[in-house]
């Protein structure tokens, strides 16, 4: 093209829907996010009738994010009564509860459901149960939308502290025993699903982490955790109390929600943290993704209750997902996410 011929933009791409398949609406999300593109990418299925398991799986693979939430609605009065069901995926399986894919679920939710719009408190019906999350109306949604959970209390693992337990903690996670805080034990937690929280000793410590697969799962098995969930104090200057790092076979999580719940019971239980107040771990900071997450837990009669764990969804992209020759309920649209 010569200097002097005018530009000519190429056509728009909108491509129409195959007439032989049928089309799912999808919204992303970031959760735990004080700014869009921080915090812990969401995918969301806003009607996913029709879809059958294995097609929910291979979606959530598609996605490639660390979740992706599938939408059932419901007739509004058993959703009333019993919660919006939702169905949870990794890329490799379907879980029963995660943190940020429940949180932010039900963000998204609070801006595009039909009955539950703008609603101070929307319950998810979940594998594992139903999990509540508030909101303090009104919030604008095209900023994102704060919220918080209430989580099922913690069951607490037996402490396993002794010199031999220590030493076979460092290795499974490639650090030595001096690397692990003195005075806090590694403890398995759940909240919903079982997280092994390990206190380390310093940011010095968090910053050189890599925990090798073939040494943790073993571990982690043997306990029956899934996964590793470090903390640490974090710097004064942060704006954070605590430090957090989840690394898994694959990779490493911006932000867990589910893990940030067995960690703030932990603390609470051992006085780390007084009981019922407010404190803020940050997650992601070395992949690049900034999260924020909102915890508290209180203990009771002995007992740690009410952990809530929260913070601000920030709704980024959405979509439409088209698959061959599908059954059952044919033209997805429950809401369209944009």
Request: aromatic share 8%; with cysteine.
């Amino acid at each position: 093209m010569s200097n002097d011929q005018p530009y000519t933009a190429p056509a728009t791409f909108d491509p129409a829907p195959p007439t032989a398949h049928c089309a799912y609406d999808y919204a992303q999300v970031d959760v735990f996010a004080e700014n869009p593109l921080e915090g812990n990418a969401l995918a969301i299925f806003a009607d996913a009738r029709g879809l059958s398991t294995q097609e929910m799986q291979a979606l959530a693979r598609e996605t490639n994010l660390s979740e992706t939430t599938f939408i059932l609605p419901r007739a509004p009065e058993i959703e009333r009564e019993r919660g919006v069901n939702v169905r949870i995926f990794l890329t490799t399986e379907e879980i029963p509860f995660a943190g940020h894919p429940t949180l932010g679920t039900a963000s998204w939710l609070f801006c595009h459901h039909p009955i539950f719009r703008g609603a101070e408190q929307i319950t998810l019906d979940l594998a594992v149960g139903p999990i509540t999350v508030s909101f303090d109306p009104p919030q604008a949604c095209d900023h994102g939308v704060f919220g918080t959970m209430k989580q099922i209390d913690p069951i607490f693992s037996e402490i396993r502290n002794s010199t031999e337990d220590r030493a076979a903690l460092a290795a499974a996670l490639n650090l030595s025993v001096d690397d692990l805080d003195p005075n806090l034990p590694a403890q398995a937690v759940s909240t919903g699903l079982v997280f092994c929280i390990v206190p380390l000793k310093s940011m010095e410590v968090a910053a050189r982490l890599r925990i090798p697969p073939q040494t943790a799962r073993p571990y982690l098995d043997r306990i029956d955790a899934n996964f590793f969930h470090c903390i640490t104090r974090a710097n004064p200057n942060s704006g954070a109390d605590w430090h957090a790092r989840m690394q898994f076979d694959t990779g490493e999580d911006p932000a867990t929600g589910s893990a940030s719940g067995c960690a703030i019971a932990y603390l609470v239980r051992h006085g780390a943290v007084p009981s019922g107040q407010p404190i803020v771990i940050e997650q992601g900071i070395e992949i690049l993704r900034p999260s924020r997450i909102h915890v508290s837990a209180s203990i009771e009669k002995n007992v740690v209750t009410k952990v809530f764990v929260g913070d601000r969804t920030i709704p980024v992209a959405s979509g439409r997902f088209f698959l061959p020759l599908c059954t059952g309920f044919q033209q997805a649209s429950f809401v369209n996410p944009q």
